[in-house]
């Protein structure tokens, strides 16, 4: 089972930071990759970042990349997201997810190809 805890999230002014965390509790599996998505009122739920355990490759969306900066400590199985220069439009609800070692297919951008996720935490940016 496992099990993640996203921490982090609030309300900030645009231009502001804010970092997330997410921590995973895994007892049966192994990591293989690590993502954040959000998702806005109305909206569909789009992929932000992502982080392969093995190596920390990075990946981003393009909306993201140069602003938001994910990383890892894999001793603590911890994920970590820092937004920087934040904007309106990045207000969502944040979610961590877990993609395990051995599953087969997995594209880093595609939810569906996750396997565990978090509850979420909820990110507004005032103007």
């Known amino acids: 089972q496992v099990q993640l805890v996203e921490s982090g999230g609030g309300l900030v002014q645009a231009g502001d930071s804010l970092s997330l965390s997410c921590a995973a509790s895994?007892?049966?599996?192994?990591?293989?990759?690590m993502g954040w998505f959000r998702q806005a009122p109305g909206k569909e739920r789009e992929f932000v970042a992502a982080?392969?355990?093995?190596?920390?490759?990075?990946y981003y969306a393009d909306s993201v990349k140069g602003r938001f900066t994910i990383s890892s400590d894999n001793a603590k199985n911890t994920m970590y997201l820092q937004m920087n220069s934040l904007k309106p439009e990045d207000t969502a609800v944040y979610y961590c997810?877990?993609?395990?070692?051995?599953?087969?297919?997995?594209?880093?951008?595609?939810?569906?190809?996750?396997?565990?996720w978090g509850q979420g935490t909820q990110v507004t940016i005032s103007l």
């Open positions: 997810a877990v993609a395990r070692a051995g599953r087969g297919y997995f594209t880093y951008t595609n939810s569906a190809t996750y396997d565990y």
């Open positions: 895994v007892r049966t599996i192994s990591i293989y990759a």
């Open positions: 982080i392969r355990w093995s190596g920390r490759n990075t």
